[in-house]
Structures are given as C-alpha cells and as structure tokens.
C-alpha cells in the first residue's frame, strides 16, 4: 500500500540557517505529492505541491522536487525565520482507477523549531 | 470568504456519549474528507464523500459515523463505540473537477473524553 516515511522531528535550527526535511514514499501508479504546514493549535494549510515527476513545487522560499527515481519529495528553504516554526507534513494522494480520489496519506509530520 | 469552517472548536464528552462535529464548506467543492490527528502519528482517513449522498469508510472508520445530505455539510458522529476517541479531528474538501487534487483543510475540533 501507500506509505510517506519523513524525518523524525524535532529539527532545531537557528534563524538563517537553511532547512532540508526529508520525504521519501511508496506507491502504486503516479501520485500527487504534497507539503503542508501546521500552525500550534490550527488545521493544516497547503505549503506546495507537484503532480508528476521532475516537478518542482514552490512557495514562500520552500521547494521541493518529485524525484521519481529516488521516491522523494524533500522540503528545502535556504534562510529559515522563526515564523517558520511549525510542523509539516508530507502527503500523497490516493487515486481510484476512475480518476476519484480517496483522500491522502500523510507521513508522521516534523516538527521545525526555529531559535532567534 | 469562501472556506472551511468546524464547529465547535474544543469538544468535552462523558465516555459513552456519541457526539456530532460540524464541518461546512463553502467552496462548492464536491469531495470532503473527515481525518483524525494524534500526537505522532499524523492523519488517518475516517470517511470520504465524492458526491452527496455517497460516502465510503477510510482506514479507520469503526466507531465513527457520518451523512452527506448537503454539498455544503459533512458531520461526523463519534460513537460510544469508538474505544479511544480523544484526538484533533480535521474536515477537508476538494474540488472534483479538473486535474487537482489538492484538499483544503478546515480548523479542527479537538474532541477529550472525559
């Protein structure tokens, strides 16, 4: 079945410092993958996302690529802040044949510690 | 503003109780989602609904319940048979049309039985 495996958390950076979350995953067919983002106490806002392979998603300074080859979809920001606190979460899309989709299966999430 | 909204936003219930939590949407979005959040472990799938009226069990729907009368509502009733049901519980919502698959997430309840 699906599965998404990211890097144990807590990650503890300093401000400016550049900031690498891994995802790796496993599925059948060709997944939409995805970065979210959790604030203390709030639901999960989208951050980026790719739908095929080679694809690079970008938001606010985050990147990641969808490599096919390696099964990963790592998450990188070249000068981290303290906003940047939160945890995030890696996610693929569970797909029917017919198209439908099923939802999504997340992988544990990483919570990011950003110190002034 | 178009969104997700869930109501209430903290939730206490005597064990052996069910419970009702709102989700609502006003995205016109076809596909909506009920997720369950523990420390830990991320999000697991409870239900989905593609269209009204039809809905299909996730990964782990036992002790969990819901309807789809509405486009716009998709409640979740947490039953007393749901043997540990204190968690964060997210509604999301998804347009089905076109190529995206991207879900949009409400607020969450956070549900402690006591």
């Known amino acids: 079945g699906n599965s998404v495996t990211q890097m144990e958390g807590p990650v503890t950076l300093s401000e400016e410092a550049f900031l690498t979350i891994n995802c790796t995953y496993t599925?059948?067919?060709?997944?939409?993958l995805f970065w979210y983002v959790q604030y203390p106490g709030e639901g999960l806002q989208l951050l980026l996302k790719?739908?095929?392979?080679?694809d690079k998603g970008s938001n606010k300074g985050f990147e990641a690529t969808y490599r096919k080859e390696t099964t990963s979809f790592h998450l990188e920001k070249g000068s981290v802040q303290v906003s940047d606190s939160a945890v995030y979460f890696c996610?693929?899309?569970?797909?029917?044949?017919?198209?439908?989709?099923?939802?999504?299966?997340f992988g544990k999430g990483t919570h990011l510690i950003i110190q002034p | 503003d178009g969104g997700i909204t869930q109501s209430p936003k903290y939730l206490f219930r005597k064990e052996g109780q069910n419970v009702t939590l709102s989700c609502e949407q006003n995205?016109?979005?076809?596909?909506m989602y009920w997720y369950r959040q523990d420390p830990g472990q991320g999000l697991r799938l409870i239900y989905y609904?593609?269209?009204?009226?039809?809905?299909q069990k996730g990964d782990i729907a036992e002790g969990y319940s819901v309807s789809r009368e509405k486009k716009e509502s998709f409640p979740l009733t947490v039953t007393s048979a749901q043997k540990n049901p204190t968690a964060f519980y997210l509604c999301?919502?998804?347009?089905?049309?076109?190529?995206?698959?991207?879900?949009?997430f409400g607020p969450g309840t956070r549900l402690t039985v006591l």
């Open positions: 609904s593609q269209i009204v009226n039809d809905f």
């Open positions: 790719a739908t095929k392979a080679d």
């Open positions: 999301a919502s998804r347009a089905r049309s076109g190529l995206t698959d991207t879900q949009y």
């Open positions: 995205l016109n979005h076809d596909a």
């Open positions: 996610a693929l899309s569970r797909t029917f044949s017919g198209g439908g989709a099923d939802g999504l299966t």
């Open positions: 599925a059948t067919g060709y997944p939409s």
